[in-house]
């Protein structure tokens, strides 16, 4: 864990894929969204906190492929796996891992009985 990161570390840029923990601070709600989404990669993210509905609200606003809410581990074989940003594009798993490898055609058939 690393207590009192700055904002500009280069630890909140970067894709760290290890047992790290930075811990910052913020005063808002906006302010820690911002300082969530000011990255270039967006594998996973997690928020922890006694309100739901923020962590809901908050969920919606973080630009990741993967939240966390309340959990550190959400590895699960029926969820989609995949990042948004510089972290990834689609997902494995889940039913929209196969949607990457298909193509949806629609098929529009006259009734035979109408007039």
């Known amino acids: 864990m690393l207590k009192n990161v700055s904002a500009d570390a ?6 760290i894929f290890g047992p790290v923990a930075p811990i910052i601070t913020f005063k ?3 302010e820690a969204i911002k300082l969530a989404n000011n990255t270039e990669y967006g594998l996973v993210a997690y928020v922890y906190t006694r309100d739901l509905n923020r962590g809901l ?3 919606e ?9 309340n ?12 990042g948004v940003k510089q972290s990834g594009l689609g997902r ?5 891992g196969i949607e990457e490898y298909l193509t949806t055609q629609y098929v529009g058939i006259a009734d035979p009985y109408a007039d």
Do not use: H
């Open 10 to 15: 280069r630890i909140l840029k970067e894709e």
């Open 61 to 69: 606003k973080i630009e990741t492929g993967m939240l966390g809410l």
């Open 71 to 82: 959990a550190g581990v959400i590895s699960n074989a029926a969820a989609p796996f995949g």
């Open 28 to 30: 808002s709600e906006d």
């Open 92 to 96: 494995e798993g889940g039913f929209e």
């Open 57 to 59: 609200r908050v969920s």
